[in-house]
């Protein structure tokens, strides 16, 4: 169930130019949450009324934390002031809100989890949850059945200067792709998979629209089953107010049409069934 | 359960348990917001608009926050009165709250079809958007103009069962000629305001922010506009006047009251605090305790006694 809390900041550190990794104490949306859902953040400065929406970097029941990696988008910005904010401060968040990635698709499939730019953070989060998993296996009907992907390869797409690398390597392989060529493959994520020969048996990937329309186009191309994780302008978070609407190819549930709701329909959506 | 009965209001013969309603499209139909907060502690809740058929909406970006507020351009998508009649409605009516549809349409007929649609459902009154600044056909032009706004009413009296509540805009020379005209009309009450049309530009891109260019803003900032409207409404017509625009607080919502409303709505307060409804219901009691005033009725139009 999301609901709305304190959370007390436990650290705070940059960890690129522009990008910041946040660890708030807060156990009962730690507890709940999955991989690919996100939290809204209330800032204190009231010219700033909207919530932000920020994907879960990571989580950790035991310790009843949860991670946010998200970029300041400017100076005099909610994020920015985000930013400022230190260890022992409170800050309002409420979550998990939306739906997260189908982990259940990724049994017995090699697993591509593909992120680009500031949709990379939420990738890690499913790479760790997806890796502790890796070779369980439970029984099903008459037969033996994998309940965890077989393989997990991370593609990670930057503009210039990485993050996050080291941290994906511990959950399988990475490749990497750079605008500049200054780390990995020289292009895109769909660059450095067509130079791996990776061939993914499903793909799960967060980032921006040109990429993830182009991996819907390769999914399609290669039959390979394909989740995408949307974002749009939000404000209310949780399915009301129907600002943040994507695309569908079909009439959508709520309101049978065709746009869904990021917030609450999505973010995670079957690429084929999004108009992009 | 026990209510606060110094609370009780009563708009054109419908009695609700407090003034604090929600403002229509910042809710949904409740559904959403019922996680969060508890509904039977509101007055009433008033849905988002429903058309009769499914609404598609303006394209994205269809929000930018603004200092002090947001604009939206939703463009009242929503599914259509047959799915909110299967789906939205019974839930709603699980609640101890009053339910309250708001109606939009291109055309009078879209309107009436709507009205006569719900006139044996469990609904208990219709507010009728005529001001909805996000729609190029209908909405904001029966709105503007008090001979249109007037037959429109009329239009929507005629065929409803329940009480009409007409929502008027503020993007008009004199709020006072456009309750008049709706009073005319035959409607029960009034309700004010909608958002006032805006725009956002984006410098460094250049470009507009929404993708309709306009939107409507709403939010702290145009607080002081609506309690002015409301003030100036309730002094042009008879029918009571739910008071909205911006309430963050008790005592915005208690600032329309004075000014002369019957009861208040609260709308984009909910999107960065969903319990703000059931704060004020409990705030407005303690406002009373600590003045020493009877039931929260004799706050209405006191400013001037």
Redesign the interface.
Known sequence: MKTKTEAVIVSQKQIQDGICDLVLSVPVIAEQAVPGQFVNVFLNDPSKLLPRPISLCGTDAEEGTIRLAYRVSGEGTGTEELSRMREGERVSVMGPLGNGFPLEEAAGRHVCLIGGGIGIPPMLETARVLHSSVGVSGRKGDGEYLTAPTEITSVLGFRDRTFLVPEFEAYGKVLIATEDGSTGTKGNVLDAIRGDGTEPGVIFACGPLPMLRALKAFAAAHHIPCWISMEERMACGIGACLACVCRTTETDPHSHVKNARVCADGPVFEAGKLDL | MSYDERLKVNIAGLELKNPVMTAS????SGQ??S??TDLNKLGAVVT?GVASV????NP??????V????L?A?GL????VE?FCRRDLPFLKQFDTKVIVNVCGHTEEEYTEVVRRLADEPVDALEINISCPNVKEGGIAFGTVPEVAERITRACRDAAKQPVIMKLSPNVTSISDMAKAVEAGGADAVSLINTITGMKIDVARRKFVLANRTGGMS??AIHPIAVRMVYEAAHAVKIPVIGMGGISSTDDALEFMLAGASAVSVG?A???H??ITQEIADGMSAYLDRYHIGKITDLIGAVDS
């Open positions: 499209g910042t809710f949904g959403e917001y996680a969060l988002k499914p609404w598609e909406g994205t970006p269809r929000i930018a926050e200092y002090g507020g947001m939206n939703v998508q929503n599914p259509g799915v939010g702290p984009t909910n999107f960065y969903p319990t």
